[in-house]
């Protein structure tokens, strides 16, 4: 255990309910803090969470939850048809808007992520999108515990961090393995 969810963080799915991550008690999800502007880095987190819910998905266990970086600008109907435009369309991996500081506030404080950024320079707007934000995702166990924190989209060792949020993900799911049940993850990213 890394950290912990002291307090719950009632938000809108993009389907517009309100829900709270407390309802996910007893289940272990991976969360990601993303917006639908993003021109990049997002788009990537998303990728990491679509093969996440490939290789995991059939478990009852297992759910998803992106948190909105701009929840002025992700309304639940924008984050729904950005959602369905790339496929990845599942209730079980909820998309979160609502209270722009109260989401911020909760980020920092509970999850522990590094504050957001206002991009103000034209050219880093085009490529990186308006904020610059925490692109690490957590995995988040049954009990409200961060289990760990994976920087997917680090340019030098990203492969290594996938394959490493992966092998934890499946122990933080099947309690009864043992990390010598594991093959080890090569902290050297191959030719």
């Not at 993003?38 to 939850?65: D, I, S, W, Y």
Request: aromatic content about 8%; overall charge negative.
């Amino acid at each position: 255990m890394i950290a912990r969810l002291e307090t719950d963080l009632s938000a809108v799915n993009r389907d517009g309910k309100e829900v709270s991550l407390g309802q996910l008690r007893g289940k272990v999800y991976v969360a990601g803090y993303q917006y639908t502007d993003c021109p990049a880095g997002c788009l990537g987190l998303a990728a990491v969470m679509k093969a996440l819910e490939t290789e995991f998905g059939e478990n009852p266990q297992f759910r998803l939850v992106s948190i909105s970086v701009n929840p002025e600008g992700d309304t639940p109907e924008k984050m729904d048809a950005w959602v369905k435009e790339r496929g990845i369309d599942s209730p079980d991996w909820w998309f979160l808007t609502g209270k722009a500081q109260e989401i911020a506030d909760y980020m920092i404080s509970e999850f522990k992520f590094y504050g957001t950024e206002k991009i103000t320079d034209p050219a880093l707007i085009a490529s990186q999108g308006p904020f610059a934000h925490d692109q690490r995702l957590a995995i988040v166990d049954g009990e409200a515990n961060i289990r760990g924190y994976y920087d997917v989209m680090n340019v030098q060792r990203g492969q290594v961090e996938i394959e490493r949020l992966r092998r934890d993900l499946k122990m933080v799911l099947n309690p009864e393995l043992k990390l010598s049940d594991m093959q080890p993850v090569n902290p050297q990213p191959e030719p």
